[in-house]
C-alpha cells in the first residue's frame, strides 16, 4: 500500500510563502502524475497543481504565477508564494499511476490570516 505523508502547512500573513512536502513510500518515478489538491471548508476539494511523469506541469488559473509543482526523488513539493486568505485550505497530496491506481495523503492545513 503507498503511503503519502504532508508536511509544511501552517499559518501565514498574507503575502508570505510556504512550501508544501509530500513523501511517498515508494519511488515518485513511479506515479504517472502527481497532484496537489485543497479543500476549504464547505467547499468541493479542487485541483490546485499536477506535474507529470515527463514533467509537465498545470495549475489552477487561481494560482497561477504564484504557486510552483516540482518533484525530486523522493518528494512532491508545492511552494506557494505571494499567499491570499481564499488560499486557506486543506492541501492533500495525491498520486496516480499508469494503471489508475489513486493514492491520497491524509492532508496539511494551510491558513492565510493577518
Known amino acids: 500500500q503507498v503511503q503519502l505523508v504532508e508536511s509544511g502547512g501552517g499559518l501565514v500573513q498574507p503575502g508570505g510563502s510556504l512550501r508544501l512536502s509530500c513523501a511517498a513510500s515508494?519511488?515518485?518515478?513511479?506515479?504517472?502524475?502527481m497532484n496537489w489538491y485543497r479543500q476549504a471548508p464547505g467547499k468541493q476539494r479542487e485541483l490546485v497543481a499536477t506535474?507529470?511523469?515527463?514533467?509537465s506541469t498545470n495549475y489552477a488559473d487561481s494560482v497561477k504565477g504564484r504557486f510552483t509543482i516540482s518533484r525530486d526523488n523522493a518528494k512532491l513539493y508545492l511552494q506557494m508564494n505571494s499567499l491570499k486568505p481564499e488560499d486557506t485550505a486543506v492541501y492533500f497530496c495525491?498520486?496516480?499511476?499508469?494503471?489508475?491506481?489513486?493514492?491520497w495523503g491524509q492532508g496539511t492545513q494551510v491558513t492565510v490570516s493577518s
Open positions: 495525491n498520486a496516480r499511476t499508469a494503471a489508475f491506481a489513486n493514492y
Open positions: 515508494t519511488r515518485i518515478s513511479s506515479f504517472y502524475a
Open positions: 506535474i507529470t511523469v515527463g514533467g
